[in-house]
């Protein structure tokens, strides 16, 4: 039983929860969509199909969590891809498990393999590919020779949705998540908010103010609040 937040329904899970059902999950992907995600599915039936074929849905971002409350369904907590992603790898690396790292411009994803390497003993990283290629062949060729047990996909929404969704079932990877700029994150070249912006629900004003350029994006989350705020009355 998923929450429905304007159409996407959610995984009502913690953290930890989180990480349990991926370790049983076999084949699929993870999607973690914020409120702009929720906004563009509206729109795009190829991304509201991809979020709902989807093995789990978890709620990234403070949106998402105000969203379900005022719609009277509250979820346990905000899952943010990043930090899933984190725990997940963490429990990975003391099994001794691989990783495939794709997406991201040239370069980052082998700087974030060395970073993640340092930080998690016991991490294998099978490989990595950068998200601008034309062509997919390669990447999936390189995937399927690698057999990840956890592929990071992360190109964007809705590019990577998309992406898992036409490949779920043809690329040998134990489980798929698509996470966004996690890569960015792990090699250094983007910052995530401090602690206490992140406790606070703030998180995404300090990546606003880092890059103002993620402005016209950001807009969408007052339509999405007015979206709730519009389903609130229709529900009552
Ligand atoms: N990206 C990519 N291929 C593309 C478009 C984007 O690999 O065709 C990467 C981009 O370099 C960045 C990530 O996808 O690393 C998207 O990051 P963003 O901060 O926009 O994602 P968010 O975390 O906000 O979902």
Request: aromatic fraction near 8%; hydrophobic fraction near 45%; charge should be positive.
């Amino acid at each position: 039983m998923r929450i429905d937040v304007l159409g996407v329904g959610f995984d009502n899970l913690t953290l930890k929860e989180a990480v349990e059902k991926a370790s049983r999950l076999r084949g699929g992907y993870v999607v973690t969509p914020n409120p702009e995600i929720v906004w563009m599915a509206r729109k795009d039936g190829k991304l509201r199909q991809a979020l709902h074929d989807a093995s789990m849905v978890l709620p990234d971002g403070i949106g998402i969590i105000y969203g379900a409350r005022m719609l009277s369904r509250p979820l346990k907590s905000r899952v943010p891809g990043i930090d899933f992603a984190s725990a997940f790898i963490e429990k990975l690396a003391s099994e001794n498990k691989k990783i495939f790292l794709f997406g991201a411009k040239p370069g980052v994803a082998e700087l974030a393999a060395e970073k993640l390497k340092e930080k998690y003993t016991g991490l294998d990283i099978c490989g990595t590919a950068h998200g601008y290629s034309t062509d997919d062949v390669p990447v999936i060729a390189a995937i399927n020779e690698a057999k990840p047990d956890f592929l990071l996909v992360c190109l964007g929404a809705p590019k990577q949705e998309i992406w898992m969704h036409e490949h779920a079932g043809k690329v040998s990877a134990g489980l798929m998540a698509g996470l966004g700029g996690v890569l960015d994150v792990y090699a250094g070249v983007a910052e995530r908010a401090p602690e206490a912006w992140r406790r606070a629900g703030f998180e995404w004003l300090y990546r606003l103010i880092k890059q103002p350029s993620r402005f016209k994006r950001m807009l969408k989350l007052p339509l999405f609040l007015f979206a709730v705020i519009g389903q609130r009355i229709r529900d009552d």
